[in-house]
């Protein structure tokens, strides 16, 4: 953003502090005026034919600009992605816990990312993999909904399950 000085160009369309139109003049002239009024002259719109300045307090508007975005970030959710690694040959009571473990982990807001990890000859049963993945899914969907369904990259099948 152009401010003071820096406006090098010959005619601007000017725009008050109120917001109303002052008409295009020089920039020197726009600059008079923005002086006069001890507020900055800021080019708003450079693409424009002429370019549109305003009259306004540049250090102002810069505070409140920072402000509005720290409260953006405020409201920003983040997501953390946790891992859970089971095997296509899982017992049950490893399944239950790991199942157990996603819970506690959708519960507290962060995303499951569930994979299994074929070796050897398990690849040749990766639809097993998948049942056990839409298996881990449904014992879950209280809590949690599938953003990304069972896909198999190279040796692995991942799942990602997001919070309700």
């Known amino acids: ?3 003071n000085e820096d406006i090098r160009d010959k005619e601007v369309r000017l725009v008050d502090a109120d917001g109303s139109m002052l008409g295009i003049m020089s920039a020197k002239e726009a600059q008079k005026i923005a002086y006069s009024k ?3 002259l800021v080019k708003i719109a450079p693409n424009a034919k002429p370019p549109v300045c305003k009259i ?9 600009l920072s402000k509005k ?3 953006a970030k405020k409201k920003q959710k983040t997501f953390k992605v946790k891992e859970v690694k089971i095997t296509p040959n899982i017992e049950d009571h490893d399944f239950n816990f790991k199942v157990k473990n996603a819970q506690k982990f959708l519960e507290d807001g962060d995303k499951v990312k569930v994979s299994i990890r074929f070796r050897g000859r398990e690849m040749q049963y990766t639809s097993l993999g998948e049942q056990i993945l839409l298996k881990f899914a449904k014992t879950v969907e209280e809590v949690a909904t599938i ?6 990259e190279g040796k692995n099948m991942t799942m990602i399950l997001g919070p309700k």
């Open 1 to 3: 953003m152009f401010v």
């Open 38 to 40: 001890n507020l900055d």
């Open 56 to 64: 306004m307090d540049y250090g102002k508007y810069m505070f409140e």
């Open 147 to 152: 953003e990304k369904k069972p896909m198999i």
């Open 69 to 71: 975005e720290k409260e």
